[in-house]
Nanobody, 121 residues
Framework: QVQPVESGGGLVQAGGSLRLSCAAS????????VGWFRQAPRKEREFVAA?????GTKYYADSVKGRFTISRDNAVYLQMNSLKPEDTAVYYC?????????????????WGQGTQVTVSS
């Protein structure tokens, strides 16, 4: 069973950058589509970005296009630039074997515990 583990969260000023990582010890992790989601206090979980198992397909929420970049090698990364206070949330990594709609969190079977990202103004 794949167990994603996130790292790299923290406190940063507006305009700054952070790089999140998502890794799993299971070797099959490389065969999974991986998505990043976030949830701010009193808000619903929101799709951020996703990458296919091959890395050939990437998909972003409109709110992060041009600022965030998803990539993968043995792990999956989310490079976050030009951060804004509204990016503050707990960021979750999720993995799914068959994902037809990247923003649909129901299609991801395995979830990490999350990492806090706080952007100060």
């Amino acid at each position: 069973q794949v167990q994603p583990v996130e790292s790299g969260g923290g406190l940063v000023q507006a305009g700054g950058s952070l790089r999140l990582s998502c890794a799993a010890s299971d070797r099959t992790f490389s065969s999974y589509t991986v998505g990043w989601f976030r949830q701010a206090p009193r808000k619903e979980r929101e799709f951020v970005a996703a990458i296919s198992w091959s890395g050939g397909t990437k998909y972003y929420a409109d709110s992060v296009k041009g600022r965030f970049t998803i990539s993968r090698d043995n792990a999956v990364y989310l490079q976050m630039n030009s951060l804004k206070p509204e990016d503050t949330a707990v960021y979750y990594c999720a993995a799914g074997q068959i994902v037809e709609s990247y923003p649909n969190h129901y299609e991801y079977a395995y979830w990490g515990q999350g990492t806090q990202v706080t952007v100060s103004s």
